[in-house]
């Protein structure tokens, strides 16, 4: 029988995975404000061109302030 041998990680391997996961979150923060502008901008569009503060249109589609 052959047994496999497991070394643990070492810090710096514990560091370059973290290191990892922070810059996708990073990546994936800057991508959802990015959209985020996009739907604002298009909810002030909206409300220009009725007329109506961007409030009663954030409010229409469900988008709370705090969003």
């Known amino acids: 029988m052959c047994q496999l041998s497991v070394t643990e990680p ?3 391997d514990i ?3 973290a290191n990892k996961i922070v810059q996708k ?3 994936l923060l800057h991508e959802y404000n990015e959209i985020k ?3 604002q901008g298009l909810m002030g569009l909206i ?3 009725r007329g109506v503060r961007i409030v009663e249109v ?3 589609f ?3 302030a705090k969003d």
């Open 37 to 39: 502008d996009i739907g």
């Open 25 to 27: 979150h990073i990546k």
């Open 10 to 12: 070492t810090d710096s």
């Open 47 to 49: 409300a220009d061109s």
């Open 62 to 64: 469900g988008v709370d």
């Open 15 to 17: 560091t370059t995975a």
């Open 58 to 60: 954030q409010d229409e």
